[in-house]
RNA sequence: GGAGAUGUGGCCGAGUGGUCGAAGGCGCUCCCCUGCUAAGGGAGUAUACCUCAAAAGGGUAUCGAGGGUUCGAAUCCCUUCAUCUCCGCCA
């Protein structure tokens, strides 16, 4: 959600920022309807005035038992009303329009976020290992793992449809393990307090965090008007909605191991095949809340969180800052860490780090006491630290043998109860 | 799922249609007195928005949320959310 005070002092920055989003020009749309909205709430206050003098006065008057002086009173007051009730229904006409517009309207790029259309745009910052190089034909996650017979695309989709799996035996463990190893470095070495939060949300929190009004089609929703939750960013965030956050507290640190549920409308023929896009898949989150000068150096700091796991499982990666273009509705600014796939002789996206500003505090009304009588709007940052399933993907494909064996990366070693092959 | 109760300012708590943005207490801030402790006196102490070049000032809204009745609602009605108690069910 954007100030529109921030607009109304800076159209044309805002109309530049957006553009690089490729949209048109919005800021003189706002401003017009805004200023109808002023013109129409002076009219109604000033009738609300009057009118509250008035009811006073008949107070007043009946208090003395002078009824006439009341019925007088009373029919001057009708015409206030009038005024009010006309000129109400088409302020709130007016500001639900407004609302609508602004809560449709992604997020303004940092200043120096590299421009561009699309992903092709994006800029590659830097990159850890080489990638894995194997002296036989590699084969992909999918044949992997029904070879292993623990990874089951058919027996789910009797029971699911398409884009679910069912991982059993050592697959099983070894994305419990992954998880385990995920929660183990961000919280015992980085700074985040795991939670464990709900998985079903009200369509506010949804709001808050962006996904709602415009990606409900990307959503699952259940017959009580919960939504699933598409992220666990979208429970972590929340949990500063509608509140006044001690400063002494941030950066706050949160994480969390939770399912994901992703209707993927219009994604159809994208990734058919594995793992790779699921309609639930698990993901270790990771959320900061920071005050407003602090978010960018948190935001570095949370990609080596999320870098941090891949380094540990020795997999080789990339990290891009995507365009303007590519972009998330409620991003400033983002870095995708990007992770070698053998099978694909490509990098595929892992995490999704991004500094949402204070656009989703707004959204919320989360904010934190700068000073005294000054509570100003908190920023957020949400990343994957990692996307579990993904992540199992890139460890069977890169430690797969030519057998079809899979190594087991030497970190998880202990998570896998000392399983050092998985066959 | 059934029955009932509750929801007021930072906290406690009064207030069942009128001058209530809201008594009183606690807490907090400032001042005075005393000045060792304890205590005493006075003033102040919500948020958002509109108006004003700004400040001062003025105005509107807000008593969980939304809607309604009324000239006027913290107070009456409806819906909804949350909490508590009892019963049922259940991992």
Not at 188 to 198: K, L, Q, R, T
Not at 240 to 262: G, K, N, W, Y
């Amino acid at each position: 959600m954007h100030d529109l005070k921030a607009i109304r002092e800076n159209p044309a920055e805002y109309d530049k920022l957006w553009a690089k989003r490729g949209l048109e020009p919005l800021s003189k749309k706002i401003m017009d309807k805004d200023a109808l909205i002023r013109k129409a709430m002076q009219v109604v206050q000033e009738a609300e005035a009057a009118r509250n003098k008035s009811s006073k006065l008949i107070g007043q008057a009946m208090g003395k038992g002078d009824k006439e002086e009341a019925e007088r009173l009373k029919a001057e007051v009708a015409g206030a009303k009038n005024v009010i009730a006309a000129m109400g229904v088409q302020l709130d006409g007016e500001r639900a329009e407004l609302q609508a517009l602004l809560a449709g309207i992604p997020n303004v790029p940092f200043e120096d976020v590299p421009e561009g259309e699309d992903e092709d745009s994006n800029v590659e910052l830097h990159k850890h290992l080489e990638p894995t190089k194997l002296d036989f034909e590699p084969k992909d996650h999918a044949d992997l793992g029904e070879a292993l017979g623990m990874m089951d695309f058919e027996t789910a989709a009797k029971m699911s449809g398409s884009r679910f799996v069912v991982l059993s035996g050592k697959l099983s463990r070894l994305d419990r393990a992954l998880a385990a190893l995920m929660l183990d470095i961000q919280t015992e070495e980085n700074g985040y307090v795991e939670h464990s939060p709900p998985f079903l949300v009200r369509g506010e929190a949804l709001f808050g965090t962006g996904q709602l009004p415009k990606f409900e089609a990307d959503l699952y929703k259940t017959t009580v008007d919960h939504y699933l939750i598409p992220t666990a960013e979208v429970s972590l965030t929340n949990i500063v909605r509608e509140s006044i956050v001690d400063p002494e507290t941030l950066p706050r640190r949160m994480t969390a191991h939770t399912p994901c549920f992703r209707s993927e409308a219009g994604s159809a023929g994208r990734d058919t095949k594995g793992m790779i896009r699921q309609h639930q898949f698990n993901k270790v989150e990771l959320v900061s809340i920071t005050r407003p000068e602090n978010s960018e150096d948190e935001h570095k700091r949370m990609l080596g969180c999320a870098e941090e796991v891949l380094k540990r499982l020795e997999l080789p990666y990339r990290v891009v800052e995507l365009c303007t273009g590519d972009l998330g509705f409620g991003a400033r600014r983002t870095f995708d860490i990007e992770v070698w796939l053998p099978s694909q002789d490509t990098y595929r996206e892992i995490s999704s780090i991004s500094n949402c500003g204070d656009f989703q505090a707004r959204r919320m009304n989360a904010r934190y006491k700068h000073a005294e009588k000054d509570n100003r709007f908190v920023h957020t940052l949400n990343g994957s630290g990692l996307a579990v399933g993904r992540t199992l993907v890139a460890v069977l494909e890169n430690y797969q043998n030519e057998d079809g064996s899979i190594t087991v990366p030497t970190a998880l070693v202990p998570y896998m109860g000392g399983v050092r092959l998985i066959k």
